[in-house]
């Protein structure tokens, strides 16, 4: 224990910028996967088949073991010259979340009340009107819910980005196995858990937040 | 005002929901309609603000047949409530009321003064509740609530799809009674849906009985009552027609038709008194219970006479029948 605090003492500097760098890596990510799958899920909600076939891609691809998905990146993105580094880590860190925020979307805005979606019709709001003063609204609790997910499931698989030379925490676990080196492996383990853990509740507290006041707790 | 045109909705190929409907609906009138589960009542309800199309026919709505307006517009000036009044559950009351003027992008001023009006009219305190939530308030105020929120931009027409089907019978029979009020004052057309006759005899100026997408009967509940067109209907609007009809005639309509009895003021056991207002079946439960062996009827708080059970009969013989 002493020996990991004494490291974290003399390797502040390191430490805080492999942090930030995850938290880059993540939250860029993050971002970007929100804005494809918040409106590729509320699109899925008026097309049944093609929300069966997406919903099945996006599974696939939480299957294929991260490692491997960084791997395939690698000749893929050669061609553009990005095959190592940040930009494939980011590419596979958005694959990830696409399941989480594409279904949680999709099942959220599916499971409105299907009396209100009715009122709203019938009081004559356009599909627009009523997505945004209703359907959104109401389904928010749980399409955060899916966000939170991605993002605590992404600051672990964003370990792994040190692998393709993406920087981030993982580069301390990635050093310390190659140097036998347990108290740096235990040091980035532990950081990771850290930063998810904190994440998890701030975006609980976000969550909180974004639920409408109406709600029945 | 609003005119049914040989109306029909057919569902894939074959299943037709609502079969050759023709109908029309005077201004200021309830007209319920009435019929078993899948009858096709709701369906006819909810081609109206196209929420269902209409495979055939027409609907006009104030001369205008509805296919050629605008379907947003539409359903913006038709009044919609619904069983599970569908309030929104994010939006306070105030909102909710508000809905549609919000969509119209009224001033506030407007707005204010409109949501006061509402909520004063559906007997809740507008301040009290304009910062509320749908699910702090209990069903029936629920209920109000979904009914000012259709009337909140004044349509001329609106549709009620079983607005108080949900509701125990002791609420639904007070929300009927104030909701007849409002209708005394607003004056809208109302076309109604519901599957028990009572509502409908109490809420309508007019029936269309529904069955197997067909309209059985169109009549004024005592029409309807008194001379059913077929066996469904007589059917469906139960053995006790007689006993149901009563419920459509006062004591002032009795006293009218046939002198009442002298008040024997020094009989001094079993009496009971009632008001002229009161409807005959009623007053009829009241001396079939062995509350009293006569009513002394009452007319601006002055005696005016009693009655016994054979002057309800008498006069459900000569002038019911």
Same mark, same amino acid.
Request: with cysteine.
């Given at each position: ?8 003492i003399?390797n ?15 939250g860029l ?5 929100i804005?494809?799958?918040?409106p ?11 929300a ?13 073991p ?6 395939i990146m690698i ?11 940040f ?6 860190l958005?694959?990830?979340s ?5 279904r ?9 009340d299907p ?6 019709n019938?009081?004559g ?5 009523r ?6 609204p ?11 997910? !991605? ?9 792994? !980005?040190?692998?393709?030379? !993406?920087g981030?925490?993982?580069?301390l676990?990635n050093q310390?196995?190659?140097?036998s ?10 950081a990771?858990?850290?930063?998810a853990?904190?994440?998890d ?6 969550q909180?937040?974004m639920t409408p ?5 | 005002?609003?005119k ?11 299943v037709k ?18 019929g078993p589960?899948?009858c096709?009542? %709701? %369906?006819?309800?909810?081609?109206v ?10 609907i ?12 947003i ?22 909102d ?6 919000n ?5 506030r ?13 559906i ?11 749908p699910?702090e ?9 979904g ?18 089907g ?8 007070? @929300? ?13 057309? @109302? ?13 309508g ?5 529904f069955e ?6 169109y009549?004024s509940?005592s ?8 066996e ?7 053995q006790?027609r007689?006993?149901?009809s009563?419920?459509?005639? %006062?004591?002032?309509?009795l ?5 009442l ?5 020094l ?15 009623d007053a ?17 708080n002055k005696?005016?006479?009693a ?6 009969e ?8």
């Amino acid at each position: 224990m002493n020996e990991i605090w004494n490291y974290i003492i003399e390797n502040q500097a390191s430490i805080g910028a492999y942090m930030l760098e995850h938290i880059q890596l993540v939250g860029l990510s993050v971002i970007i996967a929100i804005a494809i799958g918040l409106p590729l899920g509320i699109y899925l909600t008026t097309n049944e088949e093609l929300a069966e076939t997406v919903l099945q891609v996006a599974n696939v691809i939480m299957t294929v073991p991260s490692i491997a998905l960084f791997g395939i990146m690698i000749p893929i993105l050669s061609i553009i010259n990005h095959g190592i580094g940040f930009v494939p880590a980011v590419i596979a860190l958005i694959l990830y979340s696409q399941l989480p925020i594409i279904r949680n979307t999709y099942v959220a805005i599916n499971n409105v009340d299907p009396h209100i979606r009715d009122a709203a019709n019938g009081l004559g709001m356009s599909t627009m009107q009523r997505l945004l003063r209703v359907e959104i609204p109401n389904a928010l609790p749980i399409i955060m819910a899916g966000v939170r997910q !991605a993002v605590v499931m992404n600051i672990g698989i964003g370990a792994i !980005a040190a692998f393709i030379g !993406a920087g981030g925490l993982g580069v301390l676990i990635n050093q310390g196995i190659s140097r036998s080196n347990t108290t740096m492996v235990l040091t980035g383990a532990i950081a990771i858990s850290i930063l998810a853990i904190v994440a998890d509740g701030l975006l609980g507290i976000l969550q909180k937040r974004m639920t409408p006041k109406g709600f029945q707790q | 005002m609003i005119k049914f045109d040989g109306v029909t909705k057919v569902y894939g190929d074959k299943v037709k929901a609502v079969d050759d409907v023709s109908f029309e609906v005077p201004e200021g009138n309830i007209v319920v309609f009435l019929g078993p589960s899948g009858c096709g009542k %709701t %369906t006819t309800l909810r081609m109206v603000n196209r929420l269902e199309s209409i495979t055939e026919g027409k609907i006009f709505v104030n001369g205008t047949d509805v296919n050629s307006l605008n379907q947003i517009e539409l359903r913006r000036n038709i009044g919609y409530v619904i069983q599970h009044n569908g309030l929104f559950p994010n939006m306070t009351i105030e909102d909710n009321v508000m809905a549609v003027p919000n969509l119209l992008s009224w001033d506030r001023k407007k707005k204010t003064d409109r949501y006061n009006h509402l909520m004063d009219l559906i007997g809740l305190n507008p301040d009290e509740y304009r910062k509320r939530y749908p699910h702090e308030l209990s069903g029936g105020q629920q209920q109000r609530v979904g009914i000012a929120r259709a009337m909140a931009a004044d349509p001329p027409v609106m549709l009620m799809d079983e607005p108080f089907g949900a509701l125990d019978p002791v609420i639904r029979s007070r @929300i009927q009674n104030e909701f007849l009020q409002i209708q005394q004052e607003v004056k809208k057309t @109302i076309l109604f849906v519901s599957h028990d006759i009572d509502e409908a005899i109490k809420m309508g100026d007019g029936i269309a009985i529904f069955e197997g997408g067909k309209l059985m009967q169109y009549d004024s509940p005592s029409e309807l009552l008194a001379r059913p067109k077929n066996e469904f209907v007589r059917e469906f609007v139960g053995q006790d027609r007689a006993l149901k009809s009563l419920s459509l005639h %006062t004591v002032k309509d009795l006293i009218s038709e046939r002198m009442l009895r002298k008040a024997d003021g020094l009989q001094k056991h079993n009496k009971k008194t009632i008001t002229v207002e009161t409807n005959l079946r009623d007053a009829l439960s009241i001396l079939l219970n062995q509350e009293a062996d006569q009513l002394f009827v009452q007319a601006n708080n002055k005696l005016v006479g009693a009655m016994r059970i054979d002057d309800v009969e008498a006069y459900l013989h000569h002038h019911i029948k």
